[in-house]
């Protein structure tokens, strides 16, 4: 039988998962000077965006938001535009380095919904390949991930910073 290492998981359903603290709240709260190893890529006014710590997908990035909401209606329409602003820097930011053929957005607003986070809304930004899902997600619960998240932010982090 064959085994593919993912360490990673046993973070998230040991800790991250069985938390009360709010991921985004505490990265948000962090000195700017610990963006790096919290993988925040840029702060702006209403909003922030960060890596995935828990990726799908190389490049997989968050938008949340700094107040802590549940839902898309607690948010004022002012944030919700600089939101998709900042989709359109991470857009531009993966095209520059990754060059995916596609990209999905989405939210999981609840925890039925599938939200790991689900009392702080936040925005998934993924870049998308041709043939890039396979069976190990859907069958082998393991993802596998070509780059290690700070070479990731290495490659993305002076997009933001210009």
Known sequence: MDY???????????????????????????DPAEDRPNLILHRGRANFVLLNLFPY??????????????????????????MMVLAQRVEAALKEIYNPEGYNLGMNLGKCAGAGVA????????????????F??????TRVQPEDLLTTYDK???LFHS
């Not at 009392?119 to 396979?134: A, I």
């Open 119 to 134: 009392d702080h809304v936040h925005l998934h930004f993924l870049p998308r390949w041709t043939g890039d899902s396979s």
């Open 4 to 30: 593919l290492w993912s360490p990673w998981r046993f973070r998230y359903v040991s800790e991250v998962a069985k938390s009360d603290r709010c991921v985004f709240c505490d990265k948000a709260a962090a």
């Open 57 to 82: 997908m190389t490049g997989h990035g968050l938008i949340a938001p700094y107040a802590h909401v549940p839902l898309l209606n607690g948010l004022p329409p002012d944030t919700l535009t600089e």
């Open 156 to 158: 993305l982090a002076p």
């Open 136 to 141: 190990m997600t859907a069958i082998g619960e």
